[in-house]
């Protein structure tokens, strides 16, 4: 193995035996400690790399250039970085589409030949025309870190909204192009976030929320107290008009919702990542918004509308989610319950040739069941194979739509379905040179964790494989903000299993496989609970005989990040390598950076006493014990993460380095030109992960 001790020559052999020894922090790239204490709630809190929340001055990029430096030296090479790295090249290069949607006769969707940076936005001007390219986002910059975000089409699909990313930031700026000639307006968004564009209905102009322009580094300041705007076509953005804002609630943002042929316009108040929201309504354009409803009680989502009939999801008094709607009648608002909550919570909702078509989750797979518009059970669809289903976009009065299906081991298939007869046909299946899904099987088995709950588990492997306890694992998850992990194929997880590594996907409680109660029960003072139960499902893989202490690997992104930071430390026994990703590390700094603070939803906050000591409990960079043997650790971030800065990063790899009580590396690897994750182009994703696995195997293996 190479590893960060000095390596013993044969020919010195009993000298060097003696002479060996284990390497202490001093021999990681230099982290300079600044002596600073603050007292919270009684507690004297030290923060020795708080210099490292500046994370874009001198000393900050420097440190970063010495850590990538180092780090490069355990993983830049070794025989598992290369076998991943030609398996990715091998199986990416395939054509991959997005699920068509259509707008009047134009249809949309995105494609890429598996050699793109960033598939492009295609488009057919109608049913028999030939394909052609809308949106090339490969054009926006030489190395493909420039890309392409959200989009919007009005309601005459004459023009298209586009977001725009640098280097995967948050921040959006919008453009407009002339869908027929492709003419890229005067028209310009700047300092969006977190915004979709919304067209008024008569293609004048679209809604957005916009921020304001940050007064220091862009990256990291606070954004609070947004505006829902209003931007005309063909003028300035200067021009643009304030639709609704509350300064008096900084942390409100806005989503908005206009109802099809009419005047009236539906605004969604959020909380930060709170599920539930509050509901204004606007009868009349310049109207005063009024609340339908002014409580936190539950989310509501508006589905689509017919007359004077609005449909919306919610799970006020329906923690699994159920369908209502609102009868507007001579300005009066009346609500009535349309499809009760079930044994199963609902993922979607939407309304095609005069019914619900609802996707259901049981037990993680979705279940397609058909309801009519008075809530009447219709029909269950029958699905082409079990998995995740998504799709089934379109109007109230379509006939026609398409749905995909994937799930662990097989890549997306794309079925066009007649909704009339319910008839459904192969449009598009993924093909991938050098993967055949016939030779993989994936299980969902259930185990109980610490306080008995069951929780499911998926795992995937080769057919044939022999697993035992000398098997490599690696064990994802994520846990939190109501978010579902669901089976859906990844190549980047088949290149582990193609090694002969066994791939399980915990569904911990926090997230929304069991509706909004599985989400309490791992947010706030339930957190533990999820980190309890991440490790109960690496105690359930060992005693089963798949992988142990000593093959196994945990990863995780952001939230999952923090899963990760936190289940290591507190059973450092139970692995034998860590990878936090763009994790959620300092949990009394989070609420400090960008948009931290809507996360206080699922963490809770410092200025609360209890929220404050819970968070204390749990939190990686707070928590890590001088001298004590913590698995082989690779922290990865990016320096332009806008959403979970890096900092965090930065200041729990410093310190685990420094407080390391054993030979196993703590190392970090520092993406430039990349953010949170999304946009990433085609190369850093395959070089990122033929290092993170490589070194993963490596690690396991030697």
């Known amino acids: 193995m ?9 020919l010195f052999l009993l000298i060097l035996l003696i002479s060996c020894s284990v390497q202490d922090s001093s021999e990681y790239p230099e982290s300079k400690k600044e002596k600073f204490t603050e007292i919270i709630h009684g507690y004297e809190i030290s923060d020795s790399y708080r210099w490292l929340e500046d994370f874009t001055s001198n000393d900050s990029m420097d440190w970063v250039d010495r850590q990538n430096k180092f780090t490069k030296r355990f993983i830049n090479k070794n025989k598992y970085k290369s076998d991943i790295k030609n398996y990715l090249e091998q199986i990416w290069e395939n054509e991959s589409i997005s699920i068509p949607y259509k707008i009047e006769d134009k249809t949309f969707y995105y494609f890429n030949d598996g050699t793109f940076q960033q598939s ?8 028999k025309c030939d394909e052609r390219v809308l949106i090339d986002p490969n054009t926006f910059s030489n190395d493909g870190t420039i890309s392409l975000g959200g989009t919007s089409i009005n309601n ?27 003419e890229v307006l005067n028209d310009e968004i700047r300092w969006a976030k977190f915004s979709g564009a919304s067209w008024e209905n008569d293609d004048s102009g679209f809604f957005y929320q916009k921020y304001d322009e940050p007064n220091g580094e862009l990256l990291k300041e606070i954004n609070e107290s947004p505006k829902l705007m209003f931007h005309k076509i063909g003028t300035n953005q200067s021009e643009d008009y304030v639709v609704y804002e509350n300064p008096n609630q900084p942390r409100w943002g806005w989503g908005i919702n206009v109802i099809k042929d009419t005047n009236i316009k539906i605004l969604s108040i959020s909380e930060g990542t709170d599920e539930r929201n509050r509901l204004y309504i606007q009868l009349n354009t310049g109207d005063k918004f009024i609340p339908l409803i002014d409580e936190l009680i539950g989310a509501y989502s508006f589905i689509d509308s017919k007359d004077n009939i609005l449909w919306f999801y919610t799970t006020e ?12 009648k001579n300005g009066s608002f009346v609500w009535n319950d349309v499809i009760l909550e079930s044994e199963n919570s609902i993922r979607s909702v939407n309304v095609l040739n005069n019914s619900f078509v609802i996707n259901y989750l049981e037990d993680t797979f979705s279940n397609i069941k058909i309801f009519d518009l008075s809530g009447n059970f219709i029909q269950e669809l029958e699905l082409p194979k079990k998995g995740t289903i998504g799709g089934f976009g379109g109007k109230i009065d379509d006939t026609k739509t398409y749905f995909s299906v994937s799930n662990y081991v097989t890549p997306r298939e794309i079925y066009e379905i007649n909704l009339d007869s319910l008839e459904s046909k192969l449009f598009w299946k993924e093909e991938i040179d050098g993967y055949n899904s016939e030779d993989y099987v994936s299980e969902l088995k ?24 000398d098997t490599p694992l690696m064990l994802y998850g994520y846990g939190g903000f109501n978010i579902s992990l669901l089976p859906g194929f990844r190549k980047t997880q088949a290149a582990w299993k193609n090694l002969d590594g066994v791939y399980a996907v915990a569904n911990l409680r926090g997230g929304g496989e069991y509706g909004s109660d599985w989400h309490e029960a791992g947010m706030l003072l339930n957190k533990q609970n999820v980190f309890d139960d991440f490790a109960f499902a690496a105690k359930f893989l060992h005693a089963n005989n798949i992988g142990s202490k000593n093959t196994t690997a945990i990863i995780g992104g952001s939230n999952g990040g923090l899963l990760v930071a936190a289940t290591m430390l507190q059973n ?12 959620v590390l300092d949990m009394l700094r989070f609420s400090k950076f960008t948009i931290g603070w809507a996360w206080e939803s699922d963490y809770g906050s410092v200025d609360k006493k209890d929220e404050f000591e819970n968070l204390l409990a749990y939190s990686p960079l707070h928590n890590i014990e001088k001298d004590k043997c913590y698995p082989t650790t690779l922290v990865t971030t990016a320096s332009r993460d806008d959403r979970v800065v890096p900092s965090h990063s930065y200041k729990f790899a410093a310190k685990l380095q420094e407080y390391q009580g054993c030979e196993n590396p703590i190392l970090i690897r520092i993406e430039e030109r990349a953010g949170h994750g999304a946009g990433t182009p085609k190369d850093k994703i395959i070089n990122q992960i033929s290092e993170i696995y490589g070194y993963a195997l490596k690690s396991i293996n030697n």
């Open 2 to 10: 190479q590893s960060m001790y000095k390596v013993c020559s044969n």
């Open 120 to 127: 492009k936005l295609m488009i057919k001007d109608c049913e």
């Open 156 to 182: 005459s699909a004459s023009l298209i909204a586009y977001s725009i990313s640098d280097g995967g930031s948050d921040w959006r700026l919008w453009k407009v192009m002339n869908i027929e000639t492709g």
């Open 317 to 328: 008094g329906a923690p699994n989610g159920k369908i209502v709607n609102l009868e507007i």
């Open 446 to 469: 259930f185990y109980s964790t610490k306080d008995g709950t069951k929780i499911p588990i998926h795992i995937s492997y080769k057919k044939g494989l022999d697993i035992n306890k």
């Open 572 to 583: 450092p026994d139970l692995f034998k390598v860590a990878i936090p990703q763009v994790g």
